[in-house]
Protein backbone atom coordinates (compact mmCIF):
# COMPACT_ATOMS: atom_id res chain seq x y z
CA UNK A 1 0.00 0.00 0.00
CA UNK A 2 2.67 2.46 0.75
CA UNK A 3 4.72 1.69 -1.97
CA UNK A 4 1.73 2.74 -4.28
CA UNK A 5 1.75 6.19 -2.68
CA UNK A 6 5.61 6.54 -2.67
CA UNK A 7 5.78 5.63 -6.70
CA UNK A 8 2.84 7.74 -6.92
CA UNK A 9 4.66 10.86 -5.45
CA UNK A 10 7.66 10.09 -7.40
CA UNK A 11 5.29 10.33 -10.77
CA UNK A 12 4.32 13.47 -9.24
CA UNK A 13 7.92 14.31 -8.70
CA UNK A 14 9.38 14.06 -12.38
CA UNK A 15 5.92 15.07 -14.07
CA UNK A 16 5.49 18.40 -12.65
CA UNK A 17 8.32 19.79 -14.46
CA UNK A 18 6.88 19.39 -17.80
CA UNK A 19 3.15 19.49 -16.48
CA UNK A 20 3.68 23.12 -15.53
CA UNK A 21 4.72 24.12 -18.93
CA UNK A 22 0.99 23.30 -20.31
CA UNK A 23 -0.65 23.80 -17.41
CA UNK A 24 -4.44 25.41 -18.12
CA UNK A 25 -5.23 28.86 -16.41
CA UNK A 26 -9.11 28.28 -17.02
CA UNK A 27 -11.20 26.55 -14.84
CA UNK A 28 -12.23 22.44 -15.82
CA UNK A 29 -15.26 20.11 -14.92
CA UNK A 30 -15.01 16.78 -14.16
CA UNK A 31 -17.51 14.36 -13.53
CA UNK A 32 -16.51 12.49 -10.39
CA UNK A 33 -17.78 8.81 -11.81
CA UNK A 34 -18.05 9.01 -15.61
CA UNK A 35 -19.57 5.69 -15.38
CA UNK A 36 -21.62 3.98 -12.65
CA UNK A 37 -22.52 6.37 -9.61
CA UNK A 38 -22.66 4.69 -6.57
CA UNK A 39 -25.50 5.46 -3.93
CA UNK A 40 -27.36 6.29 -6.87
CA UNK A 41 -31.12 4.82 -7.70
CA UNK A 42 -30.44 5.54 -11.42
CA UNK A 43 -33.18 8.26 -11.08
CA UNK A 44 -32.06 11.30 -12.48
CA UNK A 45 -33.73 14.85 -11.82
CA UNK A 46 -33.46 18.05 -12.27
CA UNK A 47 -30.38 20.25 -10.64
CA UNK A 48 -31.57 23.42 -8.88
CA UNK A 49 -28.93 26.39 -8.77
CA UNK A 50 -29.74 29.85 -7.72
CA UNK A 51 -27.83 32.68 -6.32
CA UNK A 52 -25.01 30.81 -5.90
CA UNK A 53 -26.55 27.86 -4.18
CA UNK A 54 -27.18 24.17 -5.92
CA UNK A 55 -29.65 21.73 -4.45
CA UNK A 56 -30.37 18.53 -5.60
CA UNK A 57 -27.20 17.49 -7.05
CA UNK A 58 -27.46 14.53 -9.79
CA UNK A 59 -24.26 13.97 -10.49
CA UNK A 60 -21.32 14.91 -9.07
CA UNK A 61 -18.11 16.58 -10.19
CA UNK A 62 -15.03 18.74 -9.56
CA UNK A 63 -13.88 21.86 -10.90
CA UNK A 64 -10.17 22.18 -11.27
CA UNK A 65 -8.73 25.46 -10.78
CA UNK A 66 -5.06 25.55 -11.80
CA UNK A 67 -2.39 28.47 -10.59
CA UNK A 68 -0.94 30.55 -13.53
CA UNK A 69 2.92 28.33 -13.82
CA UNK A 70 4.81 30.86 -12.92
CA UNK A 71 3.01 31.11 -9.37
CA UNK A 72 2.40 27.08 -8.79
CA UNK A 73 4.19 25.17 -5.85
CA UNK A 74 2.77 22.07 -6.40
CA UNK A 75 0.40 21.87 -4.13
CA UNK A 76 -4.33 21.44 -3.99
CA UNK A 77 -6.92 22.05 -2.24
CA UNK A 78 -10.44 19.76 -2.91
CA UNK A 79 -13.25 22.27 -1.41
CA UNK A 80 -15.89 21.74 0.45
CA UNK A 81 -19.01 24.15 0.42
CA UNK A 82 -21.41 24.56 3.13
CA UNK A 83 -25.12 24.02 3.24
CA UNK A 84 -26.43 22.28 6.10
CA UNK A 85 -25.68 18.72 4.11
CA UNK A 86 -29.08 20.63 1.74
CA UNK A 87 -27.25 22.52 -0.68
CA UNK A 88 -23.80 23.61 -1.51
CA UNK A 89 -23.03 27.74 -0.87
CA UNK A 90 -20.73 26.89 -3.93
CA UNK A 91 -20.30 30.25 -5.18
CA UNK A 92 -18.74 32.11 -2.30
CA UNK A 93 -17.27 28.79 0.06
CA UNK A 94 -16.26 27.31 -3.48
CA UNK A 95 -15.31 28.90 -6.77
CA UNK A 96 -14.00 32.10 -4.60
CA UNK A 97 -12.16 30.12 -2.20
CA UNK A 98 -10.54 28.19 -4.99
CA UNK A 99 -9.51 31.53 -7.14
CA UNK A 100 -7.91 32.43 -4.21
CA UNK A 101 -5.83 29.64 -3.53
CA UNK A 102 -4.68 29.80 -7.18
CA UNK A 103 -3.73 33.82 -5.73
CA UNK A 104 -1.20 32.05 -3.31
CA UNK A 105 0.08 29.23 -6.00
CA UNK A 106 -2.52 26.54 -4.96
CA UNK A 107 -4.92 24.68 -7.13
CA UNK A 108 -8.00 24.60 -5.82
CA UNK A 109 -10.84 21.94 -6.51
CA UNK A 110 -14.19 22.59 -5.66
CA UNK A 111 -16.29 19.45 -4.68
CA UNK A 112 -19.77 19.50 -5.85
CA UNK A 113 -20.91 16.50 -3.78
CA UNK A 114 -24.36 14.41 -4.08
CA UNK A 115 -26.30 15.68 -0.74
CA UNK A 116 -28.56 13.60 1.36
CA UNK A 117 -31.37 15.46 0.42
CA UNK A 118 -30.84 14.51 -3.23
CA UNK A 119 -33.99 12.73 -5.16
CA UNK A 120 -31.83 10.06 -6.12
CA UNK A 121 -29.71 8.63 -3.46
CA UNK A 122 -30.03 5.27 -1.86
CA UNK A 123 -27.52 5.89 1.17
CA UNK A 124 -28.29 9.17 3.01
CA UNK A 125 -25.29 8.97 5.45
CA UNK A 126 -22.31 7.32 2.92
CA UNK A 127 -22.92 9.55 -0.13
CA UNK A 128 -21.25 12.55 0.34
CA UNK A 129 -18.04 11.04 1.61
CA UNK A 130 -17.72 8.62 -1.24
CA UNK A 131 -17.81 11.66 -3.72
CA UNK A 132 -15.13 13.35 -1.37
CA UNK A 133 -13.57 10.24 -1.12
CA UNK A 134 -13.59 10.28 -4.53
CA UNK A 135 -12.15 13.94 -5.38
CA UNK A 136 -9.23 13.18 -3.16
CA UNK A 137 -8.03 10.23 -5.58
CA UNK A 138 -8.94 12.20 -8.79
CA UNK A 139 -6.47 14.93 -7.43
CA UNK A 140 -4.29 12.00 -6.62
CA UNK A 141 -4.59 10.66 -10.18
CA UNK A 142 -4.26 13.66 -11.96
CA UNK A 143 -1.19 15.00 -9.89
CA UNK A 144 1.00 14.71 -12.28
CA UNK A 145 -0.51 16.66 -15.45
CA UNK A 146 -1.48 19.30 -13.38
CA UNK A 147 1.67 20.09 -11.27
CA UNK A 148 0.60 18.57 -8.11
CA UNK A 149 2.46 16.98 -5.65
CA UNK A 150 0.70 13.99 -4.55
CA UNK A 151 1.47 14.69 -1.18
CA UNK A 152 0.73 18.22 -1.25
CA UNK A 153 -3.64 17.45 -1.79
CA UNK A 154 -5.39 18.99 1.26
CA UNK A 155 -8.62 19.02 1.69
CA UNK A 156 -11.18 22.39 3.17
CA UNK A 157 -14.47 22.75 4.53
CA UNK A 158 -17.09 25.32 5.41
CA UNK A 159 -19.96 24.39 7.92
CA UNK A 160 -21.37 21.29 7.00
CA UNK A 161 -18.49 21.21 4.16
CA UNK A 162 -15.86 21.08 7.07
CA UNK A 163 -18.34 18.07 8.80
CA UNK A 164 -17.84 16.42 5.38
CA UNK A 165 -14.05 17.46 4.95
CA UNK A 166 -12.93 16.22 8.74
CA UNK A 167 -15.00 13.18 8.03
CA UNK A 168 -12.46 12.40 5.60
CA UNK A 169 -10.03 13.12 7.61
CA UNK A 170 -10.45 10.76 9.85
CA UNK A 171 -11.94 8.40 8.00
CA UNK A 172 -9.88 7.26 4.92
CA UNK A 173 -8.43 4.54 3.21
CA UNK A 174 -5.27 4.11 1.61
CA UNK A 175 -6.37 2.87 -1.47
CA UNK A 176 -8.67 -0.06 -2.45
CA UNK A 177 -6.88 -2.70 -3.87
CA UNK A 178 -8.93 -5.01 -4.93
CA UNK A 179 -11.20 -2.08 -6.78
CA UNK A 180 -11.24 -3.06 -10.95
CA UNK A 181 -11.11 1.04 -11.17
CA UNK A 182 -7.75 2.18 -11.38
CA UNK A 183 -8.50 5.64 -9.23
CA UNK A 184 -10.21 3.98 -6.69
CA UNK A 185 -6.72 1.78 -6.03
CA UNK A 186 -5.17 5.02 -4.81
CA UNK A 187 -5.45 6.81 -0.97
CA UNK A 188 -7.76 9.17 -0.49
CA UNK A 189 -6.54 10.45 3.08
CA UNK A 190 -6.04 14.44 2.64
CA UNK A 191 -2.28 15.50 3.29
CA UNK A 192 -3.62 18.35 5.85
CA UNK A 193 -7.00 20.01 6.43
CA UNK A 194 -8.29 23.69 6.29
CA UNK A 195 -11.87 24.03 8.50
CA UNK A 196 -14.08 26.99 8.61
CA UNK A 197 -16.59 27.31 11.20
CA UNK A 198 -17.32 23.60 11.02
CA UNK A 199 -19.61 21.61 12.48
CA UNK A 200 -17.54 18.50 13.68
CA UNK A 201 -20.18 16.73 15.86
CA UNK A 202 -23.04 14.76 16.24
CA UNK A 203 -23.10 15.22 20.14
CA UNK A 204 -26.32 16.11 21.54
CA UNK A 205 -24.43 18.98 23.28
CA UNK A 206 -23.60 21.02 20.69
CA UNK A 207 -24.72 19.64 17.16
CA UNK A 208 -25.84 21.38 14.60
CA UNK A 209 -28.93 19.76 14.76
CA UNK A 210 -29.95 20.58 10.29
CA UNK A 211 -27.02 18.82 9.70
CA UNK A 212 -27.18 16.05 11.93
CA UNK A 213 -31.12 15.63 10.52
CA UNK A 214 -29.73 15.66 6.92
CA UNK A 215 -27.06 13.30 7.50
CA UNK A 216 -28.20 10.48 9.54
CA UNK A 217 -31.69 11.21 10.24
CA UNK A 218 -33.98 12.53 13.23
CA UNK A 219 -33.62 9.55 15.39
CA UNK A 220 -30.18 8.51 14.39
CA UNK A 221 -28.51 5.27 16.54
CA UNK A 222 -25.80 5.62 19.23
CA UNK A 223 -23.48 4.05 16.90
CA UNK A 224 -23.68 6.61 13.87
CA UNK A 225 -23.83 9.85 16.36
CA UNK A 226 -20.80 8.20 17.20
CA UNK A 227 -19.26 7.63 14.05
CA UNK A 228 -19.75 10.90 12.31
CA UNK A 229 -18.75 12.88 15.57
CA UNK A 230 -15.75 13.03 13.73
CA UNK A 231 -13.99 14.61 17.21
CA UNK A 232 -13.93 11.13 18.25
CA UNK A 233 -12.33 9.63 15.50
CA UNK A 234 -9.02 11.23 15.69
CA UNK A 235 -5.97 9.37 15.43
CA UNK A 236 -2.30 9.62 15.31
CA UNK A 237 -3.13 9.45 11.49
CA UNK A 238 -5.26 12.56 10.39
CA UNK A 239 -3.24 14.83 8.60
CA UNK A 240 -2.26 18.38 10.25
CA UNK A 241 -5.37 20.84 10.05
CA UNK A 242 -6.67 24.61 10.63
CA UNK A 243 -8.95 25.66 12.09
CA UNK A 244 -10.83 28.97 12.24
CA UNK A 245 -14.27 29.74 14.08
CA UNK A 246 -16.12 33.19 15.56
CA UNK A 247 -17.11 32.97 19.28
CA UNK A 248 -20.16 34.86 18.31
CA UNK A 249 -21.60 32.60 15.77
CA UNK A 250 -25.11 31.28 16.70
CA UNK A 251 -25.03 28.49 13.93
CA UNK A 252 -22.49 26.52 14.40
CA UNK A 253 -21.08 26.51 18.22
CA UNK A 254 -17.89 27.49 18.60
CA UNK A 255 -17.10 24.11 20.55
CA UNK A 256 -17.35 21.96 17.51
CA UNK A 257 -13.44 23.59 16.74
CA UNK A 258 -12.61 23.91 20.41
CA UNK A 259 -13.32 20.19 20.64
CA UNK A 260 -11.60 18.87 17.41
CA UNK A 261 -8.56 20.92 18.25
CA UNK A 262 -8.27 19.62 21.58
CA UNK A 263 -8.58 15.66 20.38
CA UNK A 264 -6.06 16.13 17.36
CA UNK A 265 -3.65 17.77 20.30
CA UNK A 266 -4.17 14.64 22.44
CA UNK A 267 -2.86 12.93 19.76
CA UNK A 268 -0.21 14.76 18.75
CA UNK A 269 -1.48 16.23 15.13
CA UNK A 270 -0.12 19.43 14.62
CA UNK A 271 -2.87 21.82 14.45
CA UNK A 272 -3.68 25.77 14.35
CA UNK A 273 -6.63 27.09 16.11
CA UNK A 274 -7.95 30.49 15.56
CA UNK A 275 -11.18 31.93 17.60
CA UNK A 276 -12.01 35.48 16.58
CA UNK A 277 -14.51 37.84 18.63
CA UNK A 278 -16.85 38.92 15.36
CA UNK A 279 -18.10 37.22 12.08
CA UNK A 280 -21.26 35.11 13.29
CA UNK A 281 -21.31 32.68 10.51
CA UNK A 282 -20.78 31.94 6.77
CA UNK A 283 -18.58 34.56 5.71
CA UNK A 284 -16.59 32.76 3.29
CA UNK A 285 -13.83 34.62 2.80
CA UNK A 286 -14.63 37.27 5.28
CA UNK A 287 -17.23 40.47 4.78
CA UNK A 288 -14.48 43.34 4.42
CA UNK A 289 -15.85 44.93 7.47
CA UNK A 290 -12.98 45.31 9.83
CA UNK A 291 -13.52 43.10 12.42
CA UNK A 292 -11.25 40.61 13.53
CA UNK A 293 -12.78 37.08 11.53
CA UNK A 294 -11.72 38.81 8.10
CA UNK A 295 -7.92 38.04 9.56
CA UNK A 296 -8.33 34.08 8.56
CA UNK A 297 -7.49 33.74 4.82
CA UNK A 298 -4.09 35.83 6.01
CA UNK A 299 -3.53 33.31 9.07
CA UNK A 300 -4.59 30.37 6.85
CA UNK A 301 -2.03 31.22 4.08
CA UNK A 302 0.85 31.57 6.43
CA UNK A 303 -0.45 28.04 8.10
CA UNK A 304 -0.21 27.03 4.52
CA UNK A 305 2.98 28.31 3.73
CA UNK A 306 4.70 26.72 7.28
CA UNK A 307 3.04 23.68 7.05
CA UNK A 308 2.84 22.14 3.29
CA UNK A 309 4.82 24.87 1.24
CA UNK A 310 7.95 24.92 3.14
CA UNK A 311 7.92 21.13 4.22
Known amino acids: MKLLVTIMMLIGFFGIINAQKTMPTDSMTMKLWPDEIPFSNGI??????????????????????????????GAAVVICPGGGYRLLAIQHEGHDVAKWLNELGIAGVVLKNRLPTSDNITDTSEVAMADA???????RYNSAEWGIMPDKIGIMGFSAGGHLASTVGTHFDYGIVDSNDSIQKITCRPDFMILLYPVISMSEEFMHSGSMKNLIGKNPSKEQMLRFSNEKQVTVETPPTFLAHSS??????????????EALHAKGV?????????????????????????????????WLQDMVINK
Open 44 to 73: IGEEIVENGRVRNIQDPTITVYLPEKEKAI
Open 133 to 139: HRAIRMV
Open 248 to 261: DDTGVPVANSIRFY
Open 270 to 302: SAELHIYNSGKHGYGLGRKDGTSHNMWPENCAA
